[in-house]
């Protein structure tokens, strides 16, 4: 083998090598992304089933209901357009409440709910997180106040 062939081969197998550590790389970042859904984009897009993701919004006023075992709770989140409805069991968030901003994270399913394994509350009046905020923006829900206090604190 000469000179010039060992080193065509050497930077060949160089190559295939960054080649499958960049695949390996991007996998995993596949696999490990969370998105973040509002209720009217798991209508409009395209969104998967049984894949780990976030929604946000509003809790919609009178949809907490509690099942009989005392730790599995029902709500449906609102954008002001749509709503989905979220099946947790476990502890919620002390300032977890009705028309209160949340996220939850979880999967969704076939029939169109939402199966949290963590639910997000506000931990205060002035934050919002900001795909919450420009959700509720674009639906017209958007309340001034909390836009000088999220604005505040982003500074």
Request: charged residues 25%.
């Given at each position: 083998?000469?000179?010039?062939?060992?080193?065509?081969?050497?930077?060949?197998?160089?190559?295939?090598?960054?080649g499958?550590?960049?695949?390996?790389?991007?996998?995993?970042?596949?696999?490990?992304?969370?998105?973040?859904?509002?209720?009217?984009?798991?209508?409009?897009?395209?969104?998967?089933?049984?894949?780990?993701?976030?929604?946000?919004?509003?809790?919609?006023?009178?949809?907490?209901?509690?099942?009989?075992?005392?730790?599995?709770?029902?709500?449906?989140?609102?954008?002001?357009?749509?709503?989905?409805?979220?099946?947790?069991?476990?502890?919620?968030?002390?300032?977890?409440?009705?028309?209160?901003?949340?996220?939850?994270?979880?999967?969704?399913?076939?029939?169109?709910?939402?199966?949290?394994?963590?639910?997000?509350?506000?931990?205060?009046?002035?934050?919002?997180?900001?795909?919450?905020a420009?959700a509720?923006?674009?639906?017209?829900?958007?309340?001034?106040?909390?836009?000088?206090?999220?604005?505040?604190?982003?500074?």
């Open positions: 083998m000469t000179r010039k062939r060992r080193r065509l081969t050497a930077v060949l197998a160089g190559l295939a090598t960054l499958l550590a960049t695949f390996l790389v991007l996998t995993a970042f596949s696999d490990n992304l969370v998105f973040f859904y509002s209720p009217s984009d798991l209508k409009t897009k395209h969104v998967p089933f049984e894949r780990q993701l976030r929604i946000g919004g509003l809790v919609e006023e009178h949809s907490v209901k509690r099942e009989a075992d005392g730790k599995t709770i029902d709500f449906r989140v609102t954008d002001g357009s749509n709503t989905v409805a979220v099946t947790f069991t476990g502890g919620l968030p002390d300032l977890f409440r009705e028309g209160q901003g949340v996220v939850a994270e979880g999967v969704l399913r076939r029939d169109g709910s939402f199966l949290a394994s963590n639910v997000l509350a506000k931990h205060d009046e002035k934050y919002m997180p900001p795909e919450v420009d509720l923006k674009r639906s017209g829900h958007w309340q001034e106040t909390s836009a000088s206090g999220n604005a505040e604190a982003r500074k």
